[in-house]
T-cell receptor, first 116, second 114 residues
Framework: EAGVAQSPRYKIIEKRQSVAFWCNPISGHATLYWYQQILGQGPKLLIQFQNNGVVDDSQLPKDRFSAERLKGVDSTLKIQPAKLEDSAVYLC??????????????FGNGTRLTVT | AQSVTQLGSHVSVSEGALVLLRCNYSSSVPPYLFWYVQYPNQGLQLLLKYTTGATLVKGINGFEAEFKKSETSFHLTKPSAHMSDAAEYFCAVRSYNQGGKLIFGQGTELSVKP
């Protein structure tokens, strides 16, 4: 089966600019996650979707970050305006089910964002 | 709240030596536990998982982990390290009463010396 697809792989922007990342999950996976991985740290969940509804966005900086998953398939994550501390790898993952499930998460290769 | 602590941000072993990466978790409910591996410039790949049943779990690439409830640990081991094992390893706990989100430890970088 095809894996989780993410684009772009790399992005360099200046602070205060905006940026968007795209994710296409594994076909049939209802749950989609966006994680932020800062260098030297473990991934941190930003937002979790179940189909096209938000399950958890408690750690999403909503003043600058937004995400959507129209039609319950592809998803985009946007940052506007970007700050230096947003430099990180943004990982998208998907799983078949959520809550009470042991379905593993499948990760994409990530988008490495550098904010200068 | 659930959390994961990985002891040691860097571990170095010689090729052929035992690999031991330590993970302790905190959870108020029976957890699901996972180990993921991340190679440079790649996403995370599942090594193994513990859900229920047998506490010794075997994964890919010769890795295994043992769930010890009394010690709240889920350490990852491999009897003989290979150069290709050099990577970042993440322990994670899954919260099935909070929407199923995966909570990661800070990671352990494994180096393998020839």
């Amino acid at each position: 089966e095809a894996g989780v697809a993410q684009s772009p792989r790399y992005k360099i922007i200046e602070k205060r600019q905006s940026v968007a990342f795209w994710c296409n999950p594994i076909s049939g996976h209802a749950t989609l996650y966006w994680y932020q991985q800062i260098l030297g740290q473990g991934p941190k969940l930003l937002i979790q979707f179940q189909n096209n509804g938000v399950v958890d966005d408690s750690q999403l900086p909503k003043d600058r970050f937004s995400a959507e998953r129209l039609k319950g398939v592809d998803s985009t994550l946007k940052i506007q305006p970007a700050k230096l501390e947003d430099s990180a790898v943004y990982l998208c993952a998907s799983s078949q089910r959520t809550g009470g499930s042991n379905s593993p998460l499948h990760f994409g290769n990530g988008t490495r964002l550098t904010v200068t | 709240a659930q959390s994961v602590t990985q002891l040691g941000s860097h571990v170095s072993v010689s090729e052929g030596a035992l690999v031991l990466l330590r993970c302790n978790y905190s959870s108020s409910v029976p957890p699901y536990l996972f180990w993921y591996v991340q190679y440079p410039n790649q996403g995370l790949q599942l090594l193994l998982k513990y859900t229920t049943g047998a506490t010794l779990v075997k994964g890919i690439n010769g890795f295994e982990a043992e769930f010890k409830k009394s010690e709240t640990s889920f350490h990852l081991t491999k009897p003989s390290a290979h150069m290709s094992d050099a990577a970042e390893y993440f322990c994670a706990v899954r919260s099935y009463n909070q929407g199923g989100k995966l909570i990661f430890g800070q990671g352990t970088e494994l180096s393998v010396k020839p």
